[in-house]
């Protein structure tokens, strides 16, 4: 299993050996790339920005990005797929990459890359567990290349410190003392115990959640011989459910923890009613904010990972490269020339171009031949209120654009604190460093590539699991289920495909393993 940190990569290349805005970067003249994603609200995409005018500057390439707010994308990608007038790139939607590969939506990049792409070939060569996301032996989509020190220790459990220190009570170091400990905070202090971010950071059907941590996953996984399996098959999953409910019948869960979105989780948070969360880290800055402003001394501070019944510490990481994130449309006009343009944002040259905009103008090469903030952006963001997004947005830099070699440096920068109450990426990096490099926080392995007939199949399963799987959770954690009938669902979830789920995956896993060594 592959460990938390990721070396920062562009720290020690030679950058000043690139040749920055020269002649030799120049890839086509007045060539168009239309862009598809969903638009954070948090970083607006602005088209004429320092990254894409100097994108243009140095490739020739004008970088057209289109946006819809994230809650309506799916729908606006179907439509655009239905209408059979796709972008040249764009991000996932609810179509599965097999069903848009058979129906010939999908560019197959795979002698493109091989002869026009060294930069994304050295990438899938030196990170082979990227080609788990090809479709019958060919590439149909790219990842997302981390080029930073990823900071971010996937989801973390943060508790109000400063109640905690005032009730006397020890710190839990495991799932059980934490439920405990949340229940008699909500007696003492008349507050509400763990606020949840709707079903998927509870239940567990997004990566990350809490489960992970608990010791068992909401859908699969795989052990330590190589072996997939289902985690609500586990008697752990179980163990999880009667904690959350144990929580329910002592209010020390959120009422609306099944509705609530993202903007009313942050609220309640900085509300100052609300004793726990465990989620994204990143969170953390912007709540402990809104917190300070009604309670000023109130703080969430991360707990070190909690122990699960068995006594182990675990917890999955976000992952070093976001596979599955960039297709590209089968009907572009010049395949040559846009995978000429995708090779060289996956250099080093893209990679500061995306990540820092214009030399001279956003950014500097030191002495050492590292990129750096020009004195006068450093002032303006830095006493922004959050000035990482601002910036992002602002200059066309880093997670607020499409960049696929993602250099990230600017999170130490625009992420530091000017608030006491800030948690930044690095103090949570600090925070978790021993087990960041005992191997305790790990990255989840990515499924194996599946034949269409697996793939279907899987599918189905999936969907009639999850369906069943989310409501049926929540009736055991509110009550309106009782723990007797548990056997019963195990016996559904069954019945429904789930263990052979989980063959399917091993019988797929074999396959590939068989493929990659006959390479």
Known sequence: MKRFFCLLMLAVMALSTLTFASAESKIAENFTVTFMRAENAAIPVQQNVASTREIKEKTGVDLQIITTPGSDY??????LYTAN???????????TKREMVEDGALLCMTDLIDEYAPNIKAFYDENPSLYRTMVDGEIYSLAQKRADQNLEAGCV???RMDILEDSGLPVPTTWEELGDTLIKLCEMYDMEGWAGRGTGRIIGDQDYSWLDSFGVPFTYDMDDDGNWYLGML??????????LKKLADNGALDKEWLTTDTAGWQEKLGSGKYLFWYDNPTFAAG???SLSAVVPEGRFEPLPLLKDSKGEVHSYKQPTHYVDTFFVNSEVKDPVTLIKFLDWCYSDEGAITFGYGKEGETYYIDEDGNPQWMPEILEKYANAEDGYYQASSDMGVNNGYFCPNWLNLTI?????????????AQYIYDFYETQLHDGTIVEKTILPPMTAEQDARAQEIKQAIWDLAKTEFSKFVMGQRPMEEYDAFIEQLIGLGAQEWADILNEAEAEFQADMAAK
Do not use: C
């Not at 007038?85 to 179509?95: L, T, V």
């Not at 586990?234 to 904690?243: D, H, R, S, V």
């Open 412 to 424: 130490e920068v625009f992420r530091a604190s000017k608030n006491p109450n800030e948690i930044t």
């Open 234 to 243: 586990q008697p752990e999953y179980k163990e999880a459910i009667e904690f």
């Open 85 to 95: 007038d796709m972008p040249d790139i764009f991000a996932p939607f609810n179509m």
């Open 287 to 289: 709540i402990n904010t």
């Open 157 to 159: 459990p943060f508790i």
């Open 74 to 79: 799916n729908t606006k990608m179907t439509a």
